[in-house]
């Protein structure tokens, strides 16, 4: 079956460490996003990659970093910089060009300890 | 820079009524509109996705319009269920295809 996972679905993080989020596809889009979700807020984009090898940074990137070494694989690292990380993190993705679906995983909620 | 707003932004009704969600967007330059379920502490979940050229789409006793022009969309839910109970949001893309959320509707049916 064709989706996105996500891994873990829980984490929990101690003040002062860099934690990395898990994000795999085998839609064969070339486009893939991460979205952070709080209460009351909605989803704010972190990052987006619209091809291999290339990232953008979206609204919300500072504490954050990502890779995109591979078309399947955009794993999401929280760093110490990020003072507030503690949200439902969401993994998305879909072709780049405007007219196509997204698709979403099912989540990792992170906790800072 | 596109705004997505959703009217009501919480919905409680009893079995077997008939829905509309409301989606708003500021920038009529899109190339489609999506509509999504989430259940608490999932992922989104598609439902619909209307492209700009499309008035409506249908899937089961789901039924979305677009008004591209107007700047709006709108859900309808016909013989809602307890199963139905979850938030939907909609997202626009347009040329930066980036898509923009709306913060989404909270929906309740009750038994």
Known sequence: DGGITQSPKYLFRKEGQNVTLSCEQNLNHDAMYWYRQDPGQGLRLIYYSQ???????????????????????????VTSAQKNPTAFYLCASKEPAGGNEQFFGPGTRLTVL | KQEVTQIPAALSVPEGENLVLNCSFTDSAIYNLQWF????????????????????????RL?????????RSTLYIAASQPGDSATYLCAVSGGSYIPTFGRGTSLIVHP
């Not at chain 1, 609204?59 to 794993?75: L, M, N, T």
């Not at chain 2, 608490?40 to 439902?47: A, I, M, N």
């Not at chain 2, 039924?63 to 700047?71: P, V």
């Open chain 2, 37 to 60: 379920r989430q259940d608490p502490g999932k992922g989104l979940t598609s439902l619909l996705l209307i492209q700009s050229s499309q008035r409506e789409q249908t899937s089961g």
């Open chain 1, 51 to 77: 091809i291999v090898n290339d990232f953008q940074k979206g609204d919300i990137a500072e504490g954050y970093s990502v890779s995109r070494e591979k078309k399947e694989s955009f794993p999401l690292t």
């Open chain 2, 63 to 71: 039924n979305a319009s677009l008004d591209k022009s107007s700047g």
